[in-house]
């Protein structure tokens, strides 16, 4: 079974559509994140929740919008996509926030391409 | 002065070397460090921990040095498949905000 999964694995859509990414653990942790790895493969945090609750907020435009309906699922809502959406979007989890052996768990990525 | 940065290579190594990577962060106040790799294509993974007194794994030998605020990765007897990029994370002080490095790509030739 895999740890954190996500969907879909490649997505090419327009500019201006709106698209999600889901994704979900089964390893019941109570934190998941969403990061977005760039065409210079800088990983870079968007987004974290704690057992449903927004802990991270990293300056993302308004356009992003995640939803935690429960503790093991967090989708990724994306508006009116733009050509700099163009990345490499990262589901993981962590048993909780930081801490030493805190290991994160990512899935296997989600390619979206704007064109 | 960016979180944590690294030198991202490429480092060209023939099988059998010994190559050492660095990663330095700005917030003192950082409080755990983490060394991931990534393959081509493919998610991070956790390589391993670092921890205060120096750790190893394995070929791997991970250090800590809190005073320059740098973390280092040894690998030893360098085999093909160490052939990646190496991730430096470090979780920021108060927030435990796991950021990553831009990574050191590794390439292992015969």
């Known amino acids: 079974d895999t740890a954190v999964s996500q969907t879909p694995k490649y997505l090419v859509t327009q500019m201006g559509n709106d698209k999600s990414i889901k994704c979900e653990q089964n390893?019941?942790?109570?934190?998941m994140y969403w990061y977005k790895q760039d065409s210079k493969k800088f990983l870079k945090i968007m987004f974290s929740?704690?057992?449903?609750?927004?802990?991270i907020n990293e300056t993302v435009p308004n356009r992003f919008s995640p939803k935690s309906p429960d503790k093991a699922h967090l989708n990724l809502h994306i508006n009116s996509l733009e050509l700099g959406d163009s990345a490499v979007y990262f589901c993981?989890?962590?048993?909780?926030?930081?801490?030493?052996?805190?290991?994160?768990?990512f899935g296997e990525g989600s390619w979206l391409t704007v064109v | 002065r960016k979180e944590v940065e690294q030198d991202p290579g490429p480092f060209n190594v023939p099988e059998g070397a010994t190559v050492a990577f660095n990663c330095t962060y700005s917030?003192?106040?950082?409080?755990?460090f983490f060394w991931y790799r990534q393959d081509c294509r493919k998610e991070p993974k956790l390589l391993m921990s670092?921890?205060?007194s120096g750790n190893e794994d394995g070929r791997f030998t991970a250090q800590l040095n809190r005073a320059s605020q740098y973390i280092s990765l040894l690998i030893r007897d360098s085999k093909l498949s160490d052939s990646a990029t190496y991730l430096c994370?470090?979780?920021?002080?108060?927030?435990?905000?796991?950021?990553f490095g831009r990574g050191t790509s590794l390439i292992v030739h015969p």
């Open positions: 994370v470090v979780t920021r002080g108060g927030s435990y905000i796991p950021t």
């Open positions: 993981a989890s962590s048993q909780e926030l930081g801490g030493v052996g805190n290991t994160i768990y």
């Open positions: 390893l019941g942790h109570d934190t």
């Open positions: 929740y704690n057992n449903k609750e927004l802990i």
């Open positions: 670092v921890y205060s």
């Open positions: 917030n003192s106040a950082s409080q755990s």
